[in-house]
């Protein structure tokens, strides 16, 4: 079962690391000014965002009633027919609304995560089951740069292969996109074959947890829903449900953002009127007000270090986080992760002053990109566990459509606001403007990751009944 999780979640991660590579470039090529692209970057991010966060809890209760399996093929088929009105975009108004498409496609997020709680009740387990979501980013990380920075305009780019093609020529972003549109189909065809997921009956005592597998499309689990306590708002929010809430708010905003305006800072220019870029042995190391523009990259070389970023991620994956998060524990790993990723974001902006040495300059981007992550590997699982040990009895399905719908809007608030420091940083110089801004927000989690606690270090499992009260 998740593996056929993991099949249905591909797609989304696959298209949105492919989305910030080319979407700078789709931008441009609708007029809009190069110094204007990152704050309607920031404006889409925005708009996925809130259509998320407003659809979220209605994806969590459906759920709920209907069963985990109508909700994630739902969602697949709604992702395969935006995905595929988006190659052939070409207003600007009809690129935002498909954004709210997809964002409303996305509110189904905490479905996955609530269907893994559900299926995984050994606390041993708990890590691994917990990072299949964020190792099926992971390797979209590594898969999706590619296919944005080297499908994107064929005509133009692969001159040989495609030639004249007309329709190519009139929908340059089309073919990238039909190519992200396959996981989606896979994901509704292997997801109605195979998807047997079952909605666990919380009112058992422990280890009699009763499978209810939902094979039927529209048939109300109302069996499921007589044994659930009705549950209010003030159950289901108890203290280490509301701080695991903020911290995975802060988190999904800096370490989002972070992924989707890195490849707009790696492909910006600087410009004409800024300073000359100054060389690693001069004083621009000590001046913390002007920096020079981006990196100057082109979409391929951007996609290619996009792709070493999820190269490290997946190798962090298999090979240093099933060896150490058992022994540390969610609790560590989240204080260690959240430790590192303010002076991720802080050093980012000087990666500018190195444009003089390439090599030192491409180093350094790949060893932050390795920090970064690092700290995302162990920082979501560790999250998400925390989460949901902390829901009370039958809440598990609603506290993650919160958790999405809340994470969501506070990220729609900060990208526009990023977005907008991003363009102001590209106008005058100033570029530590976003990235020192995220080095803030980061430090949120910081604050808050020192008052959890998990509430079952003393035993139990996901799926149990037995809780504390995290009062």
């Not at 090599?359 to 970064?372: E, H």
Request: net charge positive.
């Amino acid at each position: 079962m998740l593996i056929v999780i993991g099949i249905s979640r591909f797609g989304v991660p696959l298209m949105l690391n492919s989305f910030p590579v080319y979407l700078p470039g789709l931008l441009s090529s609708l007029d809009i000014a190069a110094d204007l692209v990152p704050y309607y970057v920031g404006i889409c991010s925005s708009i996925w965002s809130i259509t998320t966060c407003i659809t979220s809890p209605f994806w969590g209760r459906c759920s709920d009633s209907y069963g985990r399996k109508p909700a994630i093929l739902l969602s697949n088929i709604l992702f395969l027919f935006s995905v595929l009105l988006f190659g052939f975009a070409g207003k600007l108004w009809l690129i935002l609304a498909v954004m709210g498409f997809l964002g409303f496609a996305g509110g189904m997020t905490p479905v996955l995560h609530t269907t893994v709680a559900e299926l995984v009740t050994q606390k041993e387990l708990q890590p691994m089951a917990f990072s299949l979501i964020p190792l099926m980013w992971t390797i979209a990380s590594m898969v999706g740069p590619l296919v944005g920075g080297f499908l994107a305009d064929p005509t133009a780019r692969y001159p040989s292969i495609f030639g004249e093609n007309q329709f190519f020529m009139k929908f340059p972003y089309s073919l990238l996109n039909i190519v992200v549109a396959i996981p989606f189909f896979i994901g509704c065809v292997v997801g109605f074959l195979f998807l047997k997921v079952c909605y666990l009956n919380r009112m058992k005592l422990v280890g009699e947890a009763t499978d209810i597998c939902t094979g039927n499309f529209g048939r109300k689990a109302s069996s499921v829903q007589q044994s659930l306590p009705n549950l209010f708002l003030l159950e289901i929010f108890t203290q280490q449900s509301v701080l695991s809430l903020i911290y995975i708010c802060f988190l999904q905003t800096h370490s989002k953002l972070f992924d989707e305006f890195l490849p707009t800072y790696m492909q910006a220019v600087p410009s004409p009127t800024e300073p000359t870029p100054p060389t690693y042995q001069s004083s621009a190391l000590v001046d913390f007000t002007i920096f020079p523009g981006g990196l100057s990259f082109t979409s391929h070389t951007a996609a290619l270090y996009l792709t070493a970023y999820g190269l490290s991620a997946i190798l962090i994956q298999l090979l240093i986080f099933p060896r150490l998060a058992p022994s540390l524990g969610p609790i560590r790993c989240l204080r260690i992760a959240s430790s590192v990723y303010p002076f991720v974001y802080f050093l980012t902006p000087y990666l500018s002053v190195l444009s003089e040495t390439p090599v030192l300059r491409g180093i350094c981007t790949v060893v932050l990109l390795a920090m970064k992550a690092g700290c995302g590997i162990f920082a979501f699982p560790s999250s998400r566990i925390l989460l949901c040990n902390s829901a009370t009895k039958g809440g598990l399905g609603t506290l993650n459509g919160i958790s999405s719908s809340s994470q969501q809007l506070m990220r729609a608030i900060v990208a526009v606001g990023v977005g907008k420091l991003f363009s102001l940083g590209l106008q005058n110089g100033i570029i530590v403007l976003p990235w020192w801004t995220l080095s803030f927000v980061s430090m949120g989690g910081l604050g808050t990751v020192v008052w959890l606690r998990d509430e079952r270090e003393g035993g139990g499992s996901i799926g149990s009944e037995e809780r504390t009260s995290g009062s």
